[in-house]
């Protein structure tokens, strides 16, 4: 949880990116046009996986705690030699799915902002369209059956160890980096929404890491999701008109 903690200490402090304060104040990004593309491209892929990291762990920190326990037992009984390298190179796994995802977001990012799609500082869609468009994917997307296989494996921490636990650090690394493929597709059109709120939105960032939670704790995590798709739809239609 301390990776956590960081992320959002990181995400408040305006992870480098402009932030309008509550007058609109701000930061700008340290060295932003100075620097060149490189520079900011590689600060902006910090700030979308950190920013990942911040709205995902929470909801992967049971299946990530499980691991860690039943690896636990199985170094007392002497069935497993390392006590904690493995549950470090799960949880590396995990952080590695959604640091490729974040290379695609990145260069999403860039092509909207080339367009002109995406207003550089604030980071939020300029079109309507756009922002109605990502409501209605995301929200379509929360019906599919594509979006509940993905959360079935988020939701049954027990079920994936089952079928996927390996015992060595390279082994745990790959079922790591397998159940962030199952995170990413399970919440990746939700990430879209971040374009219509702005990227750099807490508000928005903290009620969308909330939404994620609720499908994946929640008793009825699939209810919630269509709930909020549901809403989604509803909201992009009425942009759109």
Known sequence: ???????????????????????????SMAGEARSGDA??????????????????????????LLYAKVYRKGHASGQLAAPYAPTAAFAGGYLLAWLLFSVGAVLLHFSLEALGLVERMTMGSTSQRLSALFLVVAGLYQFSPWKYRCLAQCRSPVSFLSTHWRRSPAGAARAGLEHG??????????????????????L??????????GEKLLPRGARVAQGAGAVMIAAGIVWLL
């Open 39 to 64: 520079a900011r491209w590689i600060v902006m892929l910090l700030m979308w996986w950190i920013m990942m990291i911040a709205m995902m762990v929470p909801s992967a920190a049971p299946m990530i």
């Open 181 to 202: 493929f199952y995170c990413v597709g399970c919440c990746w059109s939700l990430m879209l929404l971040l374009f219509v709120g702005g990227v750099m939105s807490l």
């Open 204 to 213: 928005w960032i903290a009620g969308l890491a909330v939404l994620v939670l």
């Open 1 to 27: 949880m301390l990776v956590v903690l960081l992320a959002w200490c990181y995400l408040l402090a305006g992870a480098g990116m402009h932030v309008p304060g509550p007058a609109g104040a701000g930061m």
